[in-house]
């Protein structure tokens, strides 16, 4: 910068991105790599310029924006084809199919992954990775056989270069794939040679989570004592990591569950939950949706052992748990939102925080592989130093922007503090799913529950299996047109509203509801009360502190032109339904994110 050599500064700024990416610091990467695209393009290197859009890609990756990733790597692809880069293409066509096998495009994942196969000689480019994300591609699919058959085709391609520790990598998922096949043999064969060269590399992550994986397969084969004992060793060996930590403990939980060990299911269970908030921090907002839906088997379980133990405080815990997030992906998200809510100084406070915890474990990795007692004890204190100095920033943001914050860092809300929200004649209804709710009968169930919250009292009610209420909910389709709904609805109202036993005073009723029951048309199965819904507890609490500052013109947003990518069918009625009510309507092709958001700031 001193000499204003602007080539050594972009090449300076695209070292930093690698270095802070392979930190685990997508944020820093992310900023690197953009600043390094930004003086390729401005000294004209186009070769530059696609490497350094594919770089931002895989920041954006690692941040769990999925589809900005797959618009910089589309453009680094596009770029280098133009450029006759062979290998440029092979790498971003390997990079678009891991994007889109994360996206659950299957069929798109497959193609990508297969010209990158194809292009590169009929070979793996990576030598085990691309034919890895392919196996789970085929698996996504459903086609586990073929899935089976790519994943022992990058294992030995690993074992025949000699990679043994990225042949554990393959063999751990290989080994999970075989037990969702029951094959539980092979799968306690694969999964002990991934933990042993695990040990022998001293991947402590890799030894934990394997440990963990072992104890899965014992779960399935009926050895609870041995798979709770190693499940144990594991969550212990994953201190530090927070990711392994929560399915470390998730997977624990479920075998405590399984034990009828509740009390301390229920512990473990809340720590896991507590676990994936604190990895869903720092990432991008449809990273966090994805993982809170892939760990949902936490909040089962959870919600399950507290319904039948009728702890209504840990019930509404974990049913506002996962709400508490979606609260925030549905508002698009905290990273936006801050962005335009806090002080910047609090805001890079934050940033500075959590890329300090994500150096701090990344430390703690080290020192584990260096096998040095007195190296572990002192990376272990900056983790902890450095998660308490997050800790404290957040608290700093809800003390100092205490409105904003109740948005950006939501106080989920208990029983006493729904209580204290409703009025006279309201009861607020939380729907749920709990695992094996009911009893020794239901084991090997998820069973729908419900909360249900008047200002008087609070009750928790066990309904029917959730396969039941899905096949009701099949049954009562809005497309069959010319069949008589009333059978239909009144088996939805004698699976999900008759069980509750509302108060005869009750005159309107809140419904929160979960996954499917989105689609119930609950106004049906409470004929002669008003109904209402809301996201959850805590959304209404925010809801009425509002309520006393009215909008006074209605914004109405319809029609809008949907691209082909986004595959959602076309809304036209919404065109005439907007205009009806709107003071001002955003309509068509004026439809957009950006046309709201501006329109909004007015």
Request: hydrophobic share 45%; net charge neutral.
């Amino acid at each position: 910068e001193e000499v204003g050599d602007v080539t050594v500064q972009g090449m300076a700024y695209g070292s930093i991105g690698s270095v802070a990416l392979a930190l685990g610091d997508a944020n820093r990467a992310l900023a690197s790599y953009t600043k390094a695209l930004e003086i390729a393009r401005e000294v004209k290197d186009p070769r530059g310029e696609a490497i350094m859009l594919g770089n931002v890609g895989n920041a954006h990756m690692a941040r769990g924006d999925y589809a900005r990733a797959l618009e910089y790597q589309e453009q680094a692809i596009a770029l280098a084809v133009k450029l006759r880069d062979l290998p440029g293409q092979v790498r971003g066509l390997a990079n678009k199919g891991m994007i889109l096998f994360h996206l659950r495009d299957g069929e798109r994942a497959k193609a990508a992954l297969e010209q990158s196969i194809a292009l590169a000689g009929g070979r793996d480019p990576d030598g085990w990775n691309v034919q890895l994300t392919l196996g789970l591609v085929y698996e996504q699919l459903g086609q586990r056989t073929r899935a089976i058959e790519e994943l022992q085709a990058a294992l030995a391609s690993c074992e025949a270069r000699g990679r043994a520790h990225e042949a554990s990598v393959v063999q751990t998922n290989l080994g999970l794939m075989l037990l969702k096949e029951r094959r539980f043999d092979e799968a306690r064969t694969h999964i002990e040679k991934a933990l042993a060269i695990s040990e022998r590399f001293g991947d402590r992550r890799g030894v934990a989570l394997n440990r963990s994986n072992l104890g899965l397969v014992l779960t399935r084969l009926g050895e609870l004592d041995k798979a709770i004992a190693l499940q144990r060793q594991a969550v212990t060996e994953a201190e530090g990591d927070q990711t392994t930590l929560m399915i470390n403990r998730w997977a624990l939980a479920e075998s405590l569950h399984l034990k009828g060990a509740d009390e301390e299911a229920l512990e473990v269970a809340r720590a896991a939950a507590e676990s994936i908030d604190a990895v869903a921090r720092g990432h991008a907002d449809e990273h966090a949706a994805r993982l809170r839906e892939a760990h949902a088997g936490v909040f089962l379980i959870g919600a399950g052992v507290a319904a039948r133990r009728g702890d209504l405080e840990s019930l509404a815990w974990f049913l506002e748990r996962g709400r508490a997030g979606a609260l925030l992906e549905s508002l698009g998200g905290r990273e936006a939102l801050a962005a335009v809510s806090l002080p910047p100084e609090l805001l890079e406070l934050e940033r500075e925080a959590q890329t300090r915890l994500t150096i701090a474990r990344r430390g703690l990795d080290r020192a584990v592989k260096r096998r040095r007692l007195k190296d572990k004890r002192k990376a272990q204190a900056k983790v902890r130093e450095a998660q308490a100095a997050l800790d404290e920033v957040v608290a700093r943001i809800q003390g100092s922007a205490k409105a904003k914050a109740s948005i950006l860092y939501p106080a989920q809300a208990d029983v006493a503090a729904m209580q204290a929200m409703l009025r006279p004649g309201e009861a607020l209804v939380m729907y749920g799913a709990g695992r094996h709710v009911g009893g020794a009968q239901r084991r090997g169930q998820d069973v729908l529950l419900a909360l249900v919250v008047t200002p008087e009292k609070a009750h928790a009610v066990g309904l029917a299996p959730v396969r039941a209420v899905n096949n009701a909910l099949a049954a009562l389709s809005l497309e069959s047109d010319g069949e008589d709904p009333t059978k239909a609805i009144a088996g939805m109202r004698s699976m999900l509203a008759e069980p509750l036993k509302l108060p005869a005073d009750v005159k309107r009723v809140l419904v929160s509801p979960t996954g499917a029951l989105g689609y119930v048309p609950f106004a049906l199965l409470f004929p002669d009360r008003e109904l209402a819904y809301t996201p959850s507890g805590t959304t209404l609490g925010l809801l009425r502190e509002r309520e006393a500052k009215p909008g006074l013109r209605i914004l109405a947003l319809g029609d809008p032109t949907y691209t082909r990518a986004s595959k959602l069918p076309a809304l036209p009625a919404s065109r005439s339904e907007a205009e009806a009510i709107g003071d001002t309507t955003l309509l068509g092709d004026g439809a957009t994110e950006a046309d709201l958001r501006a329109a909004l700031a007015k």
